[in-house]
Structures are given as C-alpha cells and as structure tokens.
C-alpha cells in the first residue's frame, strides 16, 4: 500500500490536506513534524504542513531535510515551504503590499 506522510507543524488545514490524499485513494497519516516514521520504500512522500509560526522567529520549529530530501517527493504548504527555502539557503522575508514596494 502507498503512503503519504504528512509532517504537522500545527496549521489548521492539516486535517483537509489530508482528507484531499485520502480522497484520491491513498493512504495518509498525520504525524508530528518531531516523530518522522522510518521511510520504508512504501512510503510515497512526505508533506511539510503549515504553522502559525514563521521560519523567522526564535522559537520556529525546526527539522533536518536531510532526513527526508531526496530520498521521497517533498512538497511544502505555507511554513513548510518556508523552511524548506530557508533550509537550503533562500531567503523568507515579509510580504509586501505592491503599492508599497518601490
């Protein structure tokens, strides 16, 4: 059976972005971003979810990529996109209105 893990770093929408895998017929698990399951060769990907939190402050939730990347697909939603950029040296800064940003 195909898996997908999804990583949960406390966002709200956790829960629908798995029932949307689970819709699509495949089997998806909710763990805590600090619990990553042994990737067996079952396991299909893995999703970094959102956060109420930013890559920025002091108290952001870490993990190292480098126990997942390269090894399953590894898409990120919102905080985990973020940490993905700033993981591998990007830069996440503020958004800024259009009209301010000149």
Wanted: hydrophobic letters at 40%; charged letters at 20%; glycine letters at 8%.
């Amino acid at each position: 059976m195909q898996k997908i893990f999804i990583l949960d770093f406390g966002s709200q929408y956790t829960q629908i972005i798995a029932r949307r895998v689970r819709e699509m017929n495949v089997f998806c698990e909710i763990v805590p971003f600090n619990k990553l399951p042994e990737l067996t060769p079952d396991i299909r990907g893995v999703i970094l979810s959102g956060s109420p939190f930013s890559v920025r402050w002091p108290n952001a939730l870490r993990l190292d990529l480098n126990l997942v990347a390269g090894k399953v697909p590894l898409p990120g939603i919102c905080y985990g996109a973020q940490l993905m950029a700033d993981f591998y040296g990007g830069e996440v800064g503020h958004r800024r209105n259009a009209s301010t940003a000149r």
